[in-house]
């Protein structure tokens, strides 16, 4: 986490040293080039090549939403700072979802949700294992943080478990409007419990065991300790980290990019009917596997890097951590908007979905549970990952709307 400096003893960066730290921060930053191409695709071309464009231009404004989200925490302190990367974190995930709930597509704000946690626990945590494990031997974390993680991922199944257990018992015992009145309220009344074990996290994280849960130097020395290349292992020591953008500068960076990120989701997320039919592949398809890869791009990336730097607590907080933000955080508050807004978005998840969360979450606490990591955990967890993909590309899209056919 992102520890607040002494401001006083700095100068303000300019804006011109900010624009170029912008700039500069990422190379994925060459993709801003798609993002008035994909803007105006919306208007000339199909809906295919609309799909694609915003797709691909979406990737660098989720990197650069992080970048300046990043340099504003650094000036606001822990707590805010916390609530800040909480909030815009996933800020990509929480449009789409928003747009896609507006125009009721609630099979893909469902399956978004499902596939951002699995590419997270699964995708991008194995990678975090595979290729730090190729450069190390073996790589050690602080495993309470991780079980913490794990224990709060496994409420979250909970969460999906008991409308699908109260769906199969009642299904036949119920009018389907009692059932769909049943559903959406156990489903409401889960949500504002899991955002109060949400934020009770934040506090447990941010306050009263800020200790416990930060990167320590003991899991720094057993890292160093690890077999590993010969190189200088006095690079993997954390370096102070600065703002590099005026505040105020960073502040409008951050609101253009979010009004971006709308612009290119509303687009993104109007061409997927047509895609659907144009692609023959499914509504679930498309929002458990692609819509996550653009708005988890970014977040990706960062885990892989800093797992080959021999991080493996930062990996796990950017991989474990958004995936528990996403079902505990991002999923109830979806489920509270389409409350407010008329849309009968629940956490009634079909058998077969609730399982596969079953199975990645239990899959994971049992590989974090010794605080050590190599290889051949990552190449495990990747493979299941596709596994699942296959799975769910045959995976008709009328087995997913449990409640809407209730």
């Known amino acids: 986490m992102t520890t607040p400096i002494?401001?006083?003893?700095?100068?303000?960066?300019?804006?011109?040293?900010?624009?170029?730290?912008?700039?500069?921060?990422?190379?994925?930053?060459?993709?801003?080039?798609?993002?008035?191409?994909?803007?105006?695709?919306?208007?000339?071309?199909?809906?295919?090549?609309t799909f694609v464009l915003n797709f691909i231009a979406i990737i660098p404004l989720a990197k650069l939403l992080g970048f300046a989200t990043e340099d504003i925490a650094l000036r606001t302190g822990e707590v805010i700072g916390g609530l800040l990367n909480a909030s815009f974190g996933n800020a990509v995930e929480l449009?789409?979802?928003?747009?896609?709930?507006?125009?009721?597509?609630?099979?893909?704000?469902?399956?978004?949700?499902?596939?951002?946690?699995?590419?997270?626990?699964?995708?991008?945590?194995?990678?975090?294992?595979?290729?730090?494990?190729?450069?190390?031997?073996?790589?050690?974390?602080?495993?309470?943080v991780a079980q913490t993680s794990a224990s709060l991922l496994f409420i979250a199944t909970t969460s999906l478990l008991l409308p699908a257990a109260f769906y199969a018992s009642v299904g036949n015992k119920e009018t389907s409007e009692e059932l769909t009145s049943d559903i959406?309220?156990?489903?409401?009344?889960?949500?504002?419990?899991?955002?109060?074990?949400?934020?009770s996290y934040l506090f447990f994280q941010l306050k009263t065991h800020k200790d416990l849960v930060s990167t320590g130097t003991d899991i720094e020395q057993l890292n160093a300790d690890s077999t590993s290349p010969s190189q200088d292992t006095h690079n993997n020591e954390e370096e102070e980290e600065v703002p590099q953008m005026p505040f105020w500068m960073a502040i409008v960076v951050l609101l253009v990019i979010t009004a971006l990120v709308a612009v290119c989701a509303e687009f993104l997320v109007s061409a997927i009917e047509d895609v659907v039919e144009q692609w023959h592949i499914s509504e679930t398809f498309v929002g458990l596997i692609l819509l996550p890869i653009v708005g988890n791009a970014a977040e990706h990336l960062t885990a892989v890097t800093v797992a080959m730097k021999n991080k493996m607590d930062?990996?796990?907080?950017?991989?474990?951590?958004?995936?528990?933000?996403?079902?505990?955080?991002?999923?109830?508050?979806?489920?509270?908007?389409?409350?407010?807004?008329?849309?009968?978005?629940?956490?009634?998840?079909?058998?077969?979905?609730?399982?596969?969360?079953?199975?990645?979450?239990?899959?994971?606490?049992?590989?974090?549970?010794?605080?050590?990591?190599?290889?051949?955990?990552?190449?495990?967890?990747?493979?299941?990952?596709?596994?699942?993909?296959?799975?769910?590309?045959?995976?008709?899209?009328?087995?997913?709307?449990?409640?809407?056919?209730?």
């Open 314 to 406: 930062l990996a796990l907080g950017v991989a474990v951590g958004s995936s528990m933000q996403i079902a505990l955080l991002v999923t109830p508050l979806m489920v509270i908007i389409g409350w407010g807004i008329q849309v009968d978005m629940s956490l009634l998840f079909n058998v077969y979905e609730t399982a596969v969360m079953f199975i990645a979450v239990v899959m994971v606490n049992y590989l974090m549970m010794d605080g050590k990591s190599n290889w051949l955990e990552g190449l495990m967890l990747f493979a299941l990952y596709i596994l699942l993909a296959i799975s769910f590309y045959y995976y008709p899209d009328a087995a997913s709307s449990e409640l809407t056919s209730a």
């Open 6 to 49: 002494d401001l006083e003893t700095r100068p303000e960066p300019t804006a011109t040293e900010g624009l170029m730290a912008l700039v500069k921060s990422s190379w994925i930053n060459v993709l801003v080039v798609f993002i008035p191409i994909g803007i105006a695709s919306h208007f000339v071309w199909s809906s295919t090549v």
């Open 184 to 199: 959406l309220n156990i489903s409401r009344a889960t949500s504002i419990i899991l955002l109060i074990i949400y934020f």
């Open 95 to 144: 449009i789409i979802s928003i747009i896609s709930l507006t125009q009721n597509l609630v099979v893909v704000v469902q399956a978004s949700m499902l596939g951002s946690i699995l590419s997270n626990l699964l995708l991008v945590l194995g990678m975090c294992f595979w290729f730090g494990g190729i450069k190390y031997t073996e790589q050690k974390f602080n495993e309470t």
